[in-house]
């Protein structure tokens, strides 16, 4: 049997100590990776770092809040002493606020935008800087379906997702002008069930919710890994309602708005559950505890997408088959309705 193609690769991967990040750290542990796991929590690092040995990995523990670009250098640094040349560097930590945007504090919405933005591009320069004069390397984008479409109640978050996007095109672009073997790839993500609405800060009446159909964790790690696997595509879709939502925001955007607004606010919030008091906005969530890859909506959550197995085997043409019959559905149904 031929060894996993990331099998003995040292692998940045940032928010790695909950939810997706989780997830994708024991899917690098199964590949037999060495992996370098950034993020705030102890507790979360920890249990973290086990489960990649428990796959059959190595995993190395460094703390830092990526917000700040000087701990992310020098936890970079570290890392090439201890574990060796970094050959992929795979950003996933985030931070939202849950909130009407005229109710979010002006530090609110600054905090979530260093994390969620700037903390893939400190992540990024970081790599960069480490990868460009070796001329090869790795760096995976982690966004969301939210990097093309805002929704109500996630202002910061999506914004800072789409600013993602944006500058990775432009990086992606200056790396092609100057030749470089340094490869930057993007995997967009559906609803993902993680600890993220059970930390996250939230201003609403009820239980933040992601917005149905819900995918597990490992469904986005397994997206994520592939991508770091094989860079050359600029972008991947992570689940049907990822593609359809794409697509329908190509040819119907002033539609979905309209849809939006009338379904967007109600469909991400649950009465199933007592509003959150916990935050990691400010402060690890999980420097005492540890919550794990997967959030509280394991009985609505699929464990797998036929669409991403698609994406990855029958390239770009044979997901937009497969999705466009979603997202054709999907514009008939709202213009049904408006």
């Given at each position: 049997m031929s060894a996993?193609?990331?099998?003995?690769?040292?692998?940045?991967?940032?928010?790695?100590?909950g939810g997706v990040g989780r997830a994708v750290v024991r899917e690098l542990g199964a590949q037999g990776a060495n992996v370098a796991l950034i993020a705030r929590g102890t507790t979360g690092l920890g249990a973290a770092a086990v489960d990649v040995g428990v796959a059959g990995g190595v995993g190395q523990v460094y703390e830092a809040d990526v917000a700040d670009y000087d701990q992310v250098r020098q936890a970079a640094e570290r890392i090439e002493a201890e574990l060796g040349p970094i050959d992929v560097w795979i950003n996933?930590?985030?931070?939202?606020?849950?909130?009407?945007?005229?109710?979010?504090?002006?530090?609110?919405?600054?905090?979530?935008?260093?994390?969620?933005?700037?903390?893939?591009?400190?992540?990024?320069?970081?790599?960069?800087?480490l990868m460009r004069p070796r001329g090869r390397g790795t760096i995976v984008q982690t966004g969301s379906a939210l990097s093309y479409r805002g929704i109500p109640l996630q202002s910061a978050y999506c914004g800072a997702k789409h600013a993602v996007k944006g500058f990775t095109e432009s990086v992606r672009t200056e790396l092609l002008a100057e030749r470089s073997g340094v490869q930057i790839t993007m995997v967009q993500l559906p609803a993902v069930n993680t600890p993220q609405f059970d930390w996250v800060l939230s201003k609403l009446r009820r239980h933040p919710q992601p917005v149905p159909p819900i995918y597990q964790p490992e469904v986005a790690a397994r997206g994520i890994v592939?991508?770091?696997?094989?860079?050359?595509?600029?972008?991947?879709w992570v689940g049907a309602t990822t593609a359809a939502t794409l697509l329908a925001q190509r040819v119907a955007p002033a539609l979905v708005d309209r849809y939006l607004a009338r379904?967007?606010?109600?469909?991400?919030?649950?009465?199933?559950?007592?509003?959150?008091?916990?935050?990691?906005?400010?402060?690890?969530?999980?420097?005492?505890?540890?919550?794990?890859?997967?959030?509280?909506?394991?009985?609505?959550?699929?464990?797998?997408?036929?669409?991403?197995?698609l994406s990855q085997h029958r390239g770009p043409v044979a997901v937009a088959v497969a999705a466009g019959g979603v997202a054709a559905a999907l514009a008939l149904s709202l213009r049904a309705k408006s």
């Open positions: 996993h193609p990331l099998s003995g690769q040292v692998v940045v991967v940032t928010g790695a100590s996933v930590a985030f931070s939202s606020v849950f909130a009407r945007f005229t109710d979010v504090r002006p530090e609110e919405f600054e905090r979530t935008t260093a994390v969620t933005y700037l903390g893939y591009v400190w992540g990024t320069k970081v790599a960069l800087d592939y991508a770091a696997a094989h860079p050359e595509r600029k972008e991947y379904t967007g606010i109600e469909a991400q919030q649950t009465p199933d559950k007592p509003a959150g008091e916990v935050s990691n906005l400010w402060e690890p969530a999980d420097e005492s505890q540890d919550f794990g890859a997967h959030g509280g909506f394991d009985d609505r959550s699929h464990a797998r997408s036929p669409q991403l197995w």
